[in-house]
């Protein structure tokens, strides 16, 4: 079994930054992505990363979020910079293996003055 533990959310200012980590309890994942689902919204691909570091961004928090893994610790990180009350969300981070997907808890990032 895998765990996934996200942390790093909280309440932040417009134009602020949060960074969130993602732990895994294993090291299986070849491509690991951050998610958020807002209130009444679907859950959205934010970024994503593959173990050897080619990353992709959805259109709305490119050049203001970065997507990296530190393979050694078997975590990932997503630093955001310049938030946006649109931001606000809960961030889920998750992989899949051997076709199972696999979620952490979730982690709440809201961005209000």
């Known amino acids: 079994q895998v765990q996934l533990v996200e942390s790093g959310g909280g309440l932040v200012q417009p134009g602020g930054s949060l960074r969130l980590s993602c732990a895994a309890s294993r090291s299986i994942f070849s491509v690991m992505g951050w998610y958020r689902q807002a209130p009444g919204k679907q859950r959205e691909l934010v970024a994503r990363c593959t173990s050897g570091g080619s990353t992709n961004y959805v259109d709305s928090v490119k050049g203001r979020f970065t997507i990296s893994r530190d393979n050694t610790k078997n975590t990932m990180y997503l630093q955001m910079n310049s938030l946006k009350p649109e931001d606000t969300a809960v961030y889920y981070c998750?992989?899949?293996?051997?076709?199972?997907?696999?979620w952490g808890q979730g982690t709440q990032v809201t961005v209000s003055s």
């Open positions: 998750g992989g899949t293996y051997r076709g199972i997907a696999y």
